[in-house]
């Protein structure tokens, strides 16, 4: 998200708080700790409340995915209360929507 100017930084400042509400791993290969890997982070699905990432991590050396997984966040005010981002922030709900894998 920082890439399109919205740092998780930037969404507290606004009044914004995304939680992890949920997450999962499925490991292909294991890693030892000297090998490199880089992780490719894509938005798998927004739906205005809630965001989900897509996750794949490769061996830089070899290709191979080694892990994939997802995490689930949702959108909160600084009291706790559900955001609907295309009503409070329509800027970043556009945003979050051309992200989505098609």
Do not use: Q, W
């Amino acid at each position: 998200m920082r890439k399109f100017g919205y740092s998780y930084k930037k969404l507290e400042d606004e009044g914004i708080i995304s939680p992890v509400v949920g997450v999962e791993c499925d490991y292909k290969v294991s890693t030892k700790f000297e090998e490199n890997v880089e992780i490719e982070v894509k938005v798998k699905e927004f739906k205005g409340v809630k965001l989900i990432f897509k996750y794949i991590m490769k061996n830089l050396e070899t290709g191979e995915i080694v892990a994939t997984g997802e995490s689930r966040h949702c959108f909160l005010n600084s009291g706790n209360h559900p955001i609907i981002l295309k009503k409070e922030f329509p800027e970043l709900d556009e945003k979050l929507k051309k992200l989505v894998e098609e």
